[in-house]
């Protein structure tokens, strides 16, 4: 979940009337209609569980006390229709950053006989929840009392932004439930000499034009929006959910042709110091060159040097506590850097910008979209899209792209965001817009190897080891490396266990979960009891071992958005399994092979050594290429369906080995 999404959204139940709404209106709480008490079917989706009635959200920008603040107060009201609505909306997580307080919490349940119980102040706790992705958030956490078919559930919160405007902030209008209505009241900081003006920006749905309400708000409304509901492989979220940019500005009013031009000067002014080349700086590019002769030699040099001499404050596994943070110098110069031998991702990033400048190249600050988050519109006419920098080297009479402040990603690549994106090129007389590459599957591979026994009771045991390289590698030293050792091992037991629930993990070795240039590696000893299903004299077995237990990537039949990879990536796996005495294959037929042109290829091999003893396994996979698509419209889904289902179907190949000599025991 994106760490912009605020809460998980609850579902309130129809309330009691007249004698009801007096004591509602006493307590800030809205009335409830009669109609929405008497309610007993979603208007917006008609199998719907629970549905928003309506969900307000104030938001203001203050100074208070010469600092600025934004204040949003929530207030969400829920129908109830059926048992699965009360399950997945009783227990309410509002999600929020360490540098936001959450405040003036009150939620209560109405029961359809119009009961009002509430929840009480001691009721409400601190919690940390993991998401997807590793990512974790803090959360006010709180059961809704009662709650049952047919009520309504509601509930409040004030939430304070200390040390900021809402500048670029991302306003919600979509939820994972279905809601009837939903208003912004919007208050803009109001000043003396403030010369910016609040705009707003709306994406992937049409709110209504904003009307002025009293005391300086505001406000703006969407009805009957469709419930949210994430499918596997989709684009982002802020790519398909409707939301809507809130960010102050002036009206410079100026065109993309305009606009663009002028930014990329503005903004090589601004970083040209930053890149400034000295003796310092020329003396190390020539030491670290040294004999190399070829452009590509000298860059790679460069690059590793940068990646891996200089240490990133940025990085959780650098090691630093907030103080020692909090007391590094200053970074004004490549210079500075190469002295300090430290600095943030930037520093990095402009310190190679100068030892290649030095070295003769032609080297410029880049900025580029992330498509990890939306896709990239030019026609926007405002940099905050174009979230991530790296530089561009002239090689050539093309440009290539080097970030070796993201420590993790191999020379060659950058962040699987930043590839098939748009980047500027900064330039004081004429910016350059320059697609950046994709990195081919050979780069990004998971390699697996597995050397193991099965038992005559189809036990399987033996040892694993899992190796990631490229894009593969980077996305999991990312997620563990401000872990403990102890929790980098919980998370791969959990992930086989996941797969397969009765498989016992021992010997856990995480490798190089912070080291900036080797593979990320994991290796186990593993014993998973009945993984071969034995049936009077056959034992029937999938010699697939590491896809076994995985379900099929696309289990529904239709999707609503396009399927969206991050990036091409490889599998080569290597399976060894010593049979059990007595018995031999009686069928060890190898699926046939499956290709898709340039986009996929799946080969699989099945065989047996000479003695009989040791069944071999071996599978290559692969999908994407450099040049061909990582998004796919929903259209061509069931051609995309039917390719990955063929490919869990020959993964989930099962042979069948036969007892022909009795076992001691037995005889």
């Known amino acids: 979940m994106n760490p912009h999404r605020l809460v998980r959204l609850l579902l309130f139940t129809p309330m009691c009337i007249a004698a009801l709404c007096a004591a509602a209106l006493a307590d800030d709480w809205k009335p409830i209609e009669p109609e929405q008490l008497s309610s007993k079917t979603p208007a917006v989706e008609k199998d719907a569980d629970a549905e928003a009635l309506f969900w307000e959200v104030r938001v203001m920008d203050e100074y208070t006390g010469n600092e600025p603040r934004t204040v949003l107060s929530h207030y969400i009201r829920i129908k109830i229709f059926t048992d699965r609505g009360r399950e997945s909306e009783s227990k309410i997580d509002i999600l929020y950053r360490r540098s936001t307080r959450i405040s003036d919490i009150a939620a209560r349940t109405i029961k359809p006989d119009g009961t009002i119980v509430t929840v009480k102040k001691e009721d409400i706790f601190e919690r940390t929840i993991a998401k997807a992705g590793g990512l974790k958030f803090q959360a006010k956490s709180f059961a809704m009392p009662a709650v049952e078919p047919g009520a309504i559930i509601e509930y409040r919160w004030k939430e304070t932004r200390g040390d900021a405007l809402a500048n670029y902030i991302r306003l919600e209008l979509q939820r994972e439930i279905p809601i009837r209505f939903v208003k912004y009241y919007i208050k803009p900081l109001s000043l003396p000499d403030f010369p910016y003006g609040m705009r707003a920006q709306m994406f992937h749905g049409q709110n209504t034009p904003f009307v002025k309400e009293k005391d300086g708000y505001y406000s703006t409304s969407m009805s009957n929006l469709p419930a949210y509901r994430e499918e596997p492989r989709m684009p982002p979220e802020y790519e398909t959910r409707a939301w809507m940019l809130v960010y102050y500005s002036e009206d410079k009013k100026l065109t993309p042709e305009k606009f663009w031009p002028n930014y990329a000067k503005e903004t090589y002014e601004r970083h040209k110091s930053s890149m400034k080349v000295n003796d310092d700086v020329r003396r190390v590019a020539t030491t670290v060159i040294g004999n190399a002769s070829s452009p590509e030699e000298k860059l790679q040099r460069l690059y590793e040097f940068c990646r891996s001499r200089i240490k990133n404050a940025g990085n959780a596994a650098s090691g630093?506590?907030?103080?020692?943070?909090?007391?590094?110098?200053?970074?004004?110069?490549?210079?500075?850097?190469?002295?300090?031998?430290?600095?943030?991702?930037?520093?990095?990033?402009?310190?190679?910008?100068?030892?290649?400048?030095?070295?003769?190249?032609?080297?410029?600050y880049a900025r580029i979209a992330d498509r990890g988050d939306t896709f990239f519109n030019p026609g926007f006419t405002d940099d905050y899209f174009l979230r991530s920098f790296d530089i561009a080297v002239r090689v050539g009479s093309e440009w290539r792209f080097f970030d070796p402040g993201s420590t993790y990603v191999p020379y060659g690549m950058l962040r699987w965001e930043e590839e098939g994106q748009q980047a500027l090129i900064c330039d004081p007389k004429e910016s350059t817009w320059v697609s950046t590459p994709v990195s081919g599957p050979d780069k990004s591979v998971e390699k697996r190897t597995a050397k193991l026994r099965l038992s005559e009771d189809g036990t399987i045991e033996g040892d694993v080891?899992?190796?990631?390289?490229?894009?593969?590698?980077?996305?999991?030293?990312?997620?563990?490396?401000?872990?403990?050792?102890?929790?980098?091992?919980?998370?791969?037991?959990?992930?086989?266990?996941?797969?397969?629930?009765?498989?016992?993990?021992?010997?856990?070795?995480?490798?190089?979960?912070?080291?900036?240039?080797?593979?990320?590696?994991?290796?186990?000893?593993?014993?998973?009891?009945?993984?071969?299903?034995?049936?009077?004299?056959?034992?029937?077995?999938?010699?697939?071992?590491?896809?076994?237990?995985?379900?099929?990537?696309?289990?529904?039949?239709?999707?609503?958005?396009?399927?969206?990879?991050?990036?091409?990536w490889s599998e080569q796996d290597v399976v060894t399994i010593d049979l059990p005495a007595g018995f031999s294959l009686d069928n060890a037929d190898a699926p046939a092979g499956l290709g898709a042109g340039k986009a996929s290829q799946l080969d699989i091999h099945i065989g047996v050594t000479k003695d009989g003893r040791t069944l071999e396994y071996k599978r290559d996979f692969f999908f994407g290429h450099k040049d061909g698509l990582l998004i796919y419209d929903a259209k061509i889904y069931p051609q995309l369906k039917t390719l990955f289902d063929e490919i869990h179907k020959r993964d989930e190949h099962t042979i069948t080995l036969k007892q022909t000599t009795l076992a001691s025991n037995e005889r």
Do not use: C, W
């Open 320 to 364: 630093l506590t907030p103080d020692e943070k909090a007391k590094l110098k200053e970074n004004k110069t490549p210079s500075d850097t190469l002295k300090h031998e430290i600095g943030n991702g930037l520093d990095i990033d402009l310190l190679f910008a100068a030892m290649a400048t030095a070295a003769g190249f032609d080297a410029r």
């Open 465 to 568: 080891r899992i190796e990631y390289t490229g894009h593969l590698s980077a996305v999991r030293k990312i997620l563990n490396e401000d872990d403990s050792p102890t929790e980098r091992e919980k998370t791969l037991t959990d992930s086989v266990k996941r797969q397969m629930s009765t498989a016992e993990i021992t010997e856990v070795r995480v490798e190089n979960a912070t080291d900036p240039v080797k593979p990320f590696a994991y290796s186990y000893h593993v014993k998973v009891p009945g993984y071969g299903q034995r049936t009077g004299k056959r034992l029937f077995l999938q010699p697939g071992f590491f896809n076994h237990g995985l379900s099929a990537v696309f289990p529904t039949s239709e999707r609503k958005y396009p399927v969206y990879f991050h990036y091409p």
